[in-house]
């Protein structure tokens, strides 16, 4: 399925630097590393060409075209006759324009399905922190489809560095303002160039996000107080109550009640007890305890979207009390 991590020739498709919060699978790599890294290591070095498409009785398909990976003849997806791939190497040069060519900032690359869909993480250079000790880093994501399923998308992505819990998708914009997106036409590869220069913009998301983890920080929640936000963060209902969930729903209450009193990072003062733990713990249990390979639900899948309506319930924590 495509919300799997790739394994060609017995090799996971995937590299990570030192560790990350989506998978347990790969090559685990000591430091960041280049571009020319990902691709080798992540065994995403790979093209993808277009064939035309014949019925049974050699009829050829109009309008239409086959993406086929090129190393091992699978067919990734089916497009129409205006798609123009970006390849695996091509798609790199969407940092470049950040961070400069061949500068190791990349923390994760890998391939998910047969190859229908890439992504590459990178660090920036700043980090800011919630609370003395507990540091969120900058990050932006790429992912590039080769089914004609979505176009390029570049995203902003903090990370908690104490835990790396992935905050960033939960706080786009309703319009998707703080995402760069690049369709694939003829003029793809220019248009990622210009979206990189556009995502060297990135200190106003991120100072936004600062300012919203620090206001969590600040809101103090007793054991009451917590399990109405956890149920209605589990429940996508801020009128349902605790006592009224499924046994399959009051277990996940409980086991990300558990991280918020001892997870990862809730050591540190000013995190246990405040809204910031509470919401950090809910990213912990979708990027650690749900996600095993399976980075789709963590990254664009149920778990965001849980994550996101955690940042957006405590961002409104005074009505769920009300």
């Not at 835990?163 to 760069?180: H, M, P, V, Y």
Request: charged share 20%.
């Amino acid at each position: 399925m495509a919300h799997e991590i790739n394994i060609t020739n017995g090799k996971a498709s995937i590299a990570l630097a030192q560790q990350s919060a989506w998978h347990r699978l790969g090559q685990v790599l000591p430091e960041s590393f280049t571009a020319e890294t990902a691709l080798r290591e992540a065994n995403m070095d790979w093209t993808v060409s277009l064939q035309q498409m014949f019925l049974a009785n050699g009829t050829q398909v109009p309008n239409k075209r086959a993406v086929i990976r090129d190393d091992t003849s699978d067919i990734l997806g089916v497009v129409g006759n205006k798609y123009t791939p970006l390849q695996n190497r091509s798609a790199f040069g969407f940092f470049d324009a950040v961070f400069g060519e061949d500068k190791a900032r990349y923390e994760s690359a890998g391939v998910l399905g047969d190859g229908q869909r890439v992504w590459m993480l990178a660090r920036l250079p700043e980090s800011f922190d919630v609370l003395p000790g507990d540091a969120v880093g900058q990050y932006l994501l790429l992912t590039n489809s080769h089914d004609g399923s979505a176009p390029v998308t570049g995203i902003f992505t903090p990370i908690r560095v104490v835990c790396a819990n992935t905050l960033g998708q939960a706080l786009r914009s309703a319009d998707d303002s703080e995402t760069i997106r690049v369709y694939h036409t003829v003029n793809a590869e220019a248009r990622l160039k210009l979206a990189g220069e556009l995502l060297g913009k990135a200190g106003v998301f991120f100072n936004e996000a600062k300012a919203k983890f620090s206001y969590l920080s600040t809101i103090q929640v007793g054991s009451r107080d917590l399990t109405k936000y956890l149920t209605a963060v589990v429940s996508n209902h801020e009128s349902v109550k605790y006592d009224d969930l499924s046994t399959r729903s009051k277990n996940v209450v409980d086991e990300i009640r558990n991280l918020h009193d001892g997870g990862l990072g809730s050591e540190i003062r000013g995190v246990r007890g405040t809204l910031w733990g509470a919401y950090n713990a809910v990213t912990e249990y979708v990027d650690h305890r749900r996600t095993q390979d399976n980075i789709e639900y963590m990254a664009v899948g149920s778990g965001a979207r849980l994550k996101s309506r955690a940042l957006a319930l405590a961002s409104s924590f005074q009505t769920i009390l009300n």
